[in-house]
């Protein structure tokens, strides 16, 4: 019943960073206050000269496509939201991160079957495309790691039913990626869920937990690095039926996760019935189908 009548928008939650041991199931999240048109998911914090933003995934009602998103916290809110990239295709999870004093950003674009390099102009509104990292295939939530000096990057992959996560460097003068590995999952909970982390000199990784459902779960997994791969070790599990927002004792669906030393962010979603559920999927691959030809 659930998967044919109930769904639910995604929507964005932050709070203060908590004090407690990890993660704080007691303090409640404060929910991004709706814009009309718009829902949100897959945030990205990002510091830069002592300012604080959120990139996200702004998905587009209307035209049901996914755009790329920014706000800018202000005396402790998010404001001054604004689309700073789009395409006609569907784009999300916008990975941004800064090297040799450049900021550039990888946003997922799957559903063209590319993964792009951006780098910004004028930031963080302009940004120009460098180029195609890769073609051909679809490369999910790919985020960035630094290991030996160098970036690195990892992108969930499912093929033939089979899960994996995929290990590429970065060649910057070239605009492109070597795949130096992949592993396979036997469940589905590989895809990242956001920005490595550091906790007690340990590297964390987020990945989601898929395996009854989209955003069941965030697992925080402990990195153990061998030869620039690395194993994934299961630390703890962000379980949203234990996540309040607002006046939400309880959420859904779960699956990223960002934060800085002062905030922390996720998305969220809950379920409702929606009669028209099926209509609006069979739109939903309608719409795609148009982008595609």
Known sequence: MTKLFFTGKWNIAYRSKSKIDFFDYQTSFSPLKSISGYWFADPMIFENEDKVFLFCEAYEIKNEIGRIGIFELIDGEWQKFRIVMKNDYHMSYPC???????IYMIPETSENRTLQLYKADIFPYKWI???????????????????????????????QKKNYLNFYKI??????????????????ICRPAGYFK??????????????????????????????????????????????????????D??????????????????FHFDLLKRFRIMRRKLYKRKRLK
């Open 171 to 188: 060649d910057f003068d070239y605009c492109s990626i070597k795949k130096i590995g992949s592993q396979e999952y036997g469940e589905n």
């Open 129 to 159: 495309k460098i180029g195609n990292l890769i073609e051909n295939v679809e490369l999910l939530d790919a985020t960035i790691y630094y290991c030996l000096k160098d970036i690195f990057l990892i992108a969930y992959e499912k093929k």
């Open 198 to 251: 550091k906790y007690n000199g340990k590297v964390i990784r987020p990945s989601q937990d898929c395996t009854e459902m989209y955003g069941k779960k965030i697992i925080f997994n402990e990195c153990d690095f061998e030869e620039q791969l690395f194993k994934d070790i299961k630390m703890f599990e962000l379980d949203g039926s234990k996540v309040q927002v607002g006046n939400l004792v309880c959420v």
């Open 96 to 102: 941004v991160f800064k090297r040799k004093n450049e």
């Open 253 to 270: 669906r779960i699956h990223t996760y960002s934060e800085t030393d002062k905030l922390e962010v996720i998305d969220y979603s809950v």
